[in-house]
Antibody
Framework: QVQLQQSGAELAKPGSSVKISCKAS????????ISWIKQTTGQGLEYIGY????????NYNEKFKGKATLTVDKSSSTAFMQLSSLTPDDSAVYYC????????????WGQGTLVTVSS | DIVLTQSPALAVSLGQRATISCRAS??????MHWYQQKSGQQPKLLIY???NLASGVPARFSGSGSGTDFTFTIDPVEADDIATYYC?????????FGSGTKLEIK
């Protein structure tokens, strides 16, 4: 069965960076895009962007350009998202999710990674 | 960006029908999808392409609509359906979500 296993919670200081991982299993990793979504109580669910796991090509929501960097390691079927120059507004639960052959719906989701930014 | 508007909450009695609406700020054709999120869990896809049931999802759940107005229905409502339901569009980039409708039991 399809599974997306995310890395554990992070506590980071303002101005620093964090890198979250999302290990996929149960399907051919390079056949589907992986997307990342931010969830906060105030802003709800926000789409950050997606990565083409075969080519490494990326597409970002304008709002998250310069904040998020998406990469993949095909050898380990793992997607990564690095968040840089962290501020308290970056505190949220971040999900990875598998898209289809096109960026359409999010068929499978990871369990989420809580990122807390605090001095 | 396309804005999706949902009412914040809905209270329904067990065994009755729950209808949740989602209105898009511009046409998304049939590129509308619905998710269920229970407390402390990740969202789960229920409906894709406005009316298609995702794999393993009970037939109690259904979706309809096109253009700017969409409806998500649970009939009949069961206790396990307590959750927040989100719509999401994929017609335009960036993909956007509604703010969610919290389903409560009367």
């Amino acid at each position: 069965q399809v599974q997306l296993q995310q890395s554990g919670a992070e506590l980071a200081k303002p101005g620093s960076s964090v890198k979250i991982s999302c290990k996929a299993s149960g399907y051919t990793f390079t056949s589907y895009y992986i997307s990342w979504i931010k969830q906060t109580t105030g802003q709800g669910l926000e789409y950050i962007g997606y990565i083409n796991t075969g080519s490494g090509g990326t597409n970002y929501n304008e709002k998250f350009k310069g904040k998020a960097t998406l990469t993949v390691d095909k050898s380990s079927s793992t997607a990564f998202m690095q968040l840089s120059s962290l501020t308290p507004d970056d505190s949220a639960v971040y999900y990875c999710a598998r898209l289809g052959l096109l960026p359409n719906w999010f068929a499978y989701w990871g369990q989420g990674t809580l990122v807390t930014v605090s001095s | 960006d396309i804005v999706l508007t949902q009412s914040p909450a809905l209270a329904v009695s067990l065994g009755q029908r729950a209808t949740i609406s989602c209105r898009a700020s511009e046409s998304v054709r049939s590129s509308m999808h619905w998710y269920q999120q229970k407390s402390g869990q990740q969202p789960k896809l229920l409906i894709y392409g406005a009316s298609n049931l995702a794999s393993g999802v009970p037939a109690r759940f259904s979706g309809s609509g096109s253009g700017t107005d969409f409806t998500f229905t649970i009939d009949p409502v069961e206790a396990d359906d307590i959750a927040t339901y989100y719509c999401q569009q994929s017609r335009n980039d960036p993909l956007t979500f509604g703010s969610g409708t919290k389903l409560e039991i009367k």
